[in-house]
C-alpha cells in the first residue's frame, strides 16, 4: 500500500465509504441496546454530546494523521514519531484493537445472515418467539452460517472484489436508511409507541450515572468508528483536494442519524409488545434485545402484507443490516492486514491467512461461549460478575479500549506531530478553515480537556467493570 496510494474520487465518495464502513451493528443494533439499559433520553442527550464535543475532533484528528502520512495506523505512529519506541504502543494498539473487534463482530454478523436466510424461508413466526435467540445461538446451525460467512470475507479480502461491495454499499445503504424510516414510522403507528418515545426523547437528568457517561462514550466511540485506526486508514486515501474537517462532520451526521433511528424504531417497540415495562429491568439489556424485537415488529406487519409479505420484507431489511455489516468487516480487516503488508513486508495472502486462522480460533471461542462449553461460558469472574469469553472480549474491545487509544492519539497529534502541522494538514482542501471556529474548538480542545475526560473515562470504565466501583462513589 506504500507509494502513490489509490484515492477517492469525489467527496462524495469518501463520505460514502467512510460512512458505508461507520454504519453497522454499533449502530443498527449496539445503540438501541445502549440506549435501553442506560435511561434512554439520558443516554441520548450524552451521546450527542460526545459525538459533537468529544468524538468530532478526535475524528479530525485521526483522518488528518491518514492523510498527511498516506500510511496505515502502525506506520502512520512510526513515521510522524521517527519510530520512537513509546508511540509505537499507540500505533500498535490501533492494529491489535481493530482485530478483536473484528472477532465478536464476525459472531453478530453470522447471527444476521442466519436471520436474513431465516425470514427468507417463511420462519418469522418461530423467530418471534422469546426463547428462538437463545436456542439459535447455541445450535450446532450457527456453525454452518460461521463457515459461509468466513469463507465468503476471505473471498472478498482476497479477490479484489471489494471495490465492488463498497460500490454496491452505495447503493444499498441509502436502501437500508429509507426502509428503517418506513419502519420505524410504522412502529409509531402502534398503541403505546408513545410511552417509548417518551423514554426515548424526555431526558430524566437523574439517570445520568458514570456508568451510562462510560456507555455512552464507548458506544459513540464505536459507532463512528474511532480508536481502531480505520480512520487513519480511511484519511490515507482522502485527496488533498478534500475538506477532513467537512468530510468528518457528514459521516458523524450520517452515522448518528442511523442510530437515532435505531433507537426510535426499538424503544418504542418494546412498549408496544409490553405496555407494562418496567424501565428499571431495561438495565440488564442485552443484544438478545435486537433480536427478538425486529421479529416481532416484523410479524406485526403481517396485518398490512399478510405473512409472505411480512417475511420478505424482514429478510430484506436483514439482508440490508447484513450487508452494513459485512462492509464493516471487511474494512475492519482492512487496518491489521495492510499493516502486515506494509510494515512486516508480508504479502497480501499470507497476512490474510495469518490474521485469519488466528481470528478464526478467538471466533470459535466466542461462539461456544453461551453455553456450549463449560470452560469458555463461566470463563472469568470479575467486577462481582461470572463472564464468558466473549463478554471479556466485548468488555475490552468495545467497552474500554477505545478511550485509551482516543487518548493517545490526542496526545500524539498535539505534542509530537505539533498543532502547527496538524493545521497546516487540515488547511490543505480547506483554505476557510484558518481562523474558523472549526479551527479554535478543534485546536483548544484536543490540547486541553478532550484527553481529560477521555483519561478520567477509561480509568473510570476500568474501575465499573473490571473492580465493580465507580471513582464518584469516593468524591
Ligand atoms: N462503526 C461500526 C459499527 O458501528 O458497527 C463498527 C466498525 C466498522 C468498527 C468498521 C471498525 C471498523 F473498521
Same mark, same amino acid.
Given at each position: 500500500?506504500?507509494?502513490?496510494?489509490?484515492?477517492?474520487?469525489?467527496?462524495?465518495?469518501?463520505?460514502?465509504?467512510?460512512?458505508?464502513?461507520?454504519?453497522?451493528?454499533?449502530?443498527?443494533?449496539?445503540?438501541?441496546?445502549?440506549?435501553?439499559?442506560?435511561?434512554?433520553?439520558?443516554?441520548?442527550?450524552?451521546?450527542? @454530546?460526545? /459525538? $459533537?464535543?468529544?468524538? *468530532?475532533? !478526535? =475524528?479530525?484528528?485521526?483522518?488528518?494523521?491518514?492523510?498527511? &502520512?498516506?500510511? %496505515?495506523?502502525?506506520?502512520?505512529?512510526?513515521?510522524?514519531?521517527?519510530?520512537?519506541?513509546?508511540?509505537?504502543?499507540?500505533?500498535?494498539?490501533?492494529?491489535?484493537?481493530?482485530?478483536?473487534?473484528?472477532?465478536?463482530?464476525?459472531?453478530?454478523?453470522?447471527?444476521?445472515?442466519?436471520?436474513?436466510?431465516?425470514?427468507?424461508?417463511?420462519?418469522?413466526?418461530?423467530?418471534?418467539?422469546?426463547?428462538?435467540?437463545?436456542?439459535?445461538?447455541?445450535?450446532?446451525?450457527?456453525?454452518?452460517?460461521?463457515?459461509?460467512?468466513?469463507?465468503?470475507?476471505?473471498?472478498?479480502?482476497?479477490?479484489?472484489?471489494?471495490?465492488?461491495?463498497?460500490?454496491? @454499499?452505495? /447503493? $444499498?445503504?441509502?436502501? *437500508?436508511? !429509507? =426502509?428503517?424510516?418506513?419502519?420505524?414510522?410504522?412502529?409509531? &403507528?402502534?398503541? %403505546?409507541?408513545?410511552?417509548?418515545?417518551?423514554?426515548?426523547?424526555?431526558?430524566?437528568?437523574?439517570?445520568?450515572?458514570?456508568?451510562?457517561?462510560?456507555?455512552?462514550?464507548?458506544?459513540?466511540?464505536?459507532?463512528?468508528?474511532?480508536?481502531?485506526?480505520?480512520?487513519?486508514?480511511?484519511?490515507?486515501?482522502?485527496?488533498?483536494?478534500?475538506?477532513?474537517?467537512?468530510?468528518?462532520?457528514?459521516?458523524?451526521?450520517?452515522?448518528?442519524?442511523?442510530?437515532?433511528?435505531?433507537?426510535?424504531?426499538?424503544?418504542?417497540?418494546?412498549?408496544?409488545?409490553?405496555?407494562?415495562?418496567?424501565?428499571?429491568?431495561?438495565?440488564?439489556?442485552?443484544?438478545?434485545?435486537?433480536?427478538?424485537?425486529?421479529?416481532?415488529?416484523?410479524?406485526?406487519?403481517?396485518?398490512?402484507?399478510?405473512?409472505?409479505?411480512?417475511?420478505?420484507?424482514?429478510?430484506?431489511?436483514?439482508?440490508?443490516?447484513?450487508?452494513?455489516?459485512?462492509?464493516?468487516?471487511?474494512?475492519?480487516?482492512?487496518?491489521?492486514?495492510?499493516?502486515?503488508?506494509?510494515?512486516?513486508?508480508?504479502?497480501?495472502?499470507?497476512?490474510?491467512?495469518?490474521?485469519?486462522?488466528?481470528?478464526?480460533?478467538?471466533?470459535?471461542?466466542?461462539?461456544?461461549?453461551?453455553?456450549?462449553?463449560?470452560?469458555?461460558?463461566?470463563?472469568?469472574?470479575?467486577?462481582?460478575?461470572?463472564?464468558?469469553?466473549?463478554?471479556?472480549?466485548?468488555?475490552?474491545?468495545?467497552?474500554?479500549?477505545?478511550?485509551?487509544?482516543?487518548?493517545?492519539?490526542?496526545?500524539?497529534?498535539?505534542?509530537?506531530?505539533?498543532?502547527?502541522?496538524?493545521?497546516?494538514?487540515?488547511?490543505?482542501?480547506?483554505?476557510?478553515?484558518?481562523?474558523?471556529?472549526?479551527?479554535?474548538?478543534?485546536?483548544?480542545?484536543?490540547?486541553?480537556?478532550?484527553?481529560?475526560?477521555?483519561?478520567?473515562?477509561?480509568?473510570?470504565?476500568?474501575?465499573?467493570?473490571?473492580?465493580?466501583?465507580?471513582?464518584?462513589?469516593?468524591?
Amino acid at each position: 500500500m506504500s507509494g502513490q496510494r489509490e484515492q477517492f474520487r469525489s467527496r462524495l465518495g469518501f463520505i460514502l465509504a467512510a460512512a458505508g464502513s461507520a454504519v453497522g451493528i454499533g449502530n443498527l443494533v449496539g445503540f438501541p441496546v445502549n440506549a435501553a439499559k442506560s435511561g434512554g433520553a439520558a443516554f441520548l442527550l450524552v451521546y450527542a @454530546a460526545f /459525538v $459533537l464535543f468529544i468524538c *468530532l475532533p !478526535v =475524528m479530525i484528528a485521526e483522518m488528518s494523521l491518514g492523510r498527511h &502520512t498516506q500510511r %496505515n495506523p502502525l506506520g502512520a505512529y512510526n513515521s510522524v514519531s521517527h519510530n520512537s519506541g513509546v508511540w509505537r504502543i499507540g500505533g500498535w494498539l490501533a492494529i491489535i484493537t481493530p482485530f478483536m473487534i473484528a472477532v465478536f463482530y464476525q459472531v453478530l454478523t453470522v447471527w444476521l445472515l442466519a436471520y436474513f436466510i431465516g425470514a427468507l424461508s417463511g420462519n418469522l413466526d418461530a423467530m418471534a418467539q422469546p426463547q428462538y435467540f437463545g436456542e439459535f445461538i447455541n445450535s450446532n446451525t450457527v456453525f454452518v452460517y460461521l463457515v459461509v460467512l468466513t469463507i465468503l470475507i476471505g473471498f472478498i479480502l482476497n479477490s479484489g472484489v471489494q471495490k465492488g461491495i463498497e460500490r454496491l @454499499a452505495k /447503493v $444499498l445503504m441509502p436502501t *437500508l436508511f !429509507v =426502509m428503517l424510516l418506513l419502519l420505524t414510522a410504522f412502529v409509531l &403507528t402502534l398503541p %403505546n409507541a408513545l410511552i417509548g418515545v417518551k423514554y426515548y426523547l424526555v431526558p430524566d437528568l437523574a439517570k445520568i450515572s458514570p456508568e451510562v457517561i462510560s456507555n455512552a462514550l464507548a458506544q459513540a466511540f464505536f459507532s463512528l468508528s474511532l480508536g481502531m485506526g480505520i480512520l487513519i486508514t480511511y484519511g490515507s486515501y482522502v485527496s488533498k483536494r478534500e475538506s477532513i474537517s467537512g468530510g468528518a462532520k457528514m459521516v458523524a451526521l450520517v452515522d448518528t442519524s442511523v442510530a437515532f433511528f435505531a433507537g426510535l424504531l426499538i424503544l418504542p417497540a418494546i412498549f408496544v409488545f409490553n405496555p407494562a415495562t418496567d424501565t428499571g429491568e431495561l438495565t440488564t439489556s442485552s443484544v438478545s434485545l435486537v433480536f427478538t424485537f425486529l421479529p416481532k415488529i416484523f410479524l406485526s406487519l403481517q396485518d398490512v402484507f399478510g405473512y409472505t409479505g411480512a417475511n420478505l420484507f424482514a429478510s430484506a431489511f436483514f439482508l440490508l443490516v447484513f450487508f452494513a455489516a459485512l462492509t464493516s468487516q471487511v474494512s475492519i480487516l482492512q487496518v491489521p492486514i495492510s499493516a502486515f503488508q506494509d510494515e512486516l513486508g508480508y504479502s497480501r495472502l499470507k497476512s490474510v491467512w495469518s490474521l485469519g486462522a488466528c481470528a478464526a480460533l478467538l471466533v470459535i471461542a466466542c461462539t461456544v461461549s453461551f453455553g456450549m462449553v463449560a470452560f469458555f461460558t463461566n470463563f472469568i469472574s470479575y467486577g462481582g460478575a461470572d463472564k464468558s469469553f466473549f463478554d471479556v472480549v466485548i468488555d475490552v474491545f468495545y467497552d474500554t479500549i477505545l478511550p485509551l487509544n482516543g487518548f493517545i492519539v490526542c496526545l500524539f497529534v498535539m505534542y509530537r506531530w505539533k498543532t502547527a502541522n496538524w493545521n497546516q494538514e487540515l488547511t490543505e482542501g480547506d483554505a476557510a478553515f484558518v481562523g474558523s471556529w472549526t479551527q479554535k474548538y478543534v485546536n483548544f480542545s484536543v490540547k486541553t480537556f478532550i484527553p481529560v475526560v477521555l483519561f478520567l473515562v477509561f480509568i473510570n470504565t476500568v474501575c465499573i467493570k473490571f473492580f465493580g466501583f465507580s471513582l464518584t462513589d469516593y468524591l
